[in-house]
């Protein structure tokens, strides 16, 4: 069973910084990739970025790319989103998920955690 547990999330104002850490046990497929997504209020739930846990290889959403930094650490079974020059249009429930690959599509991601709240005030 595959069990992910987030946190890091918070309230803060527009411009602030916010980093997310994903802990992931039990029997995760290690060659595969670990995704955030996000849902804010009203919104569909969106692709954030990923990292592959073999090789470091990442992926971003268009929003997210440059200000977003998806990291992790395979000894520590942690992945982290370092979040910079947050908007108000990123308040959202982030939740990671892990898959046996790296794709932008939430169908591919096999185990969920249940998500930390981010709000972000403008």
């Known amino acids: 069973q595959v069990q992910l547990v987030e946190s890091g999330g918070g309230f803060l104002q527009a411009g602030g910084s916010l980093r997310l850490s994903c802990l992931a046990s039990?029997?995760?497929?290690?060659?595969?990739?670990v995704a955030w997504f996000r849902q804010g209020p009203g919104k569909e739930r969106e692709f954030v970025a990923a990292?592959?846990?073999?090789?470091?290889?990442?992926l971003y959403e268009g929003s997210a790319e440059g200000r977003f930094t998806i990291s992790r650490d395979n000894a520590k079974n942690t992945v982290w989103l370092q979040m910079n020059s947050l908007k108000p249009e990123d308040t959202a429930v982030y939740s990671c998920a892990v898959g046996s690959y790296m794709r932008r599509s939430a169908s591919d991601y096999s185990a969920w955690g249940a998500g930390t709240q981010v709000t972000v005030s403008s």
């Open positions: 039990g029997d995760f497929p290690r060659g595969g990739a």
């Open positions: 990292i592959r846990w073999i090789g470091g290889r990442t």
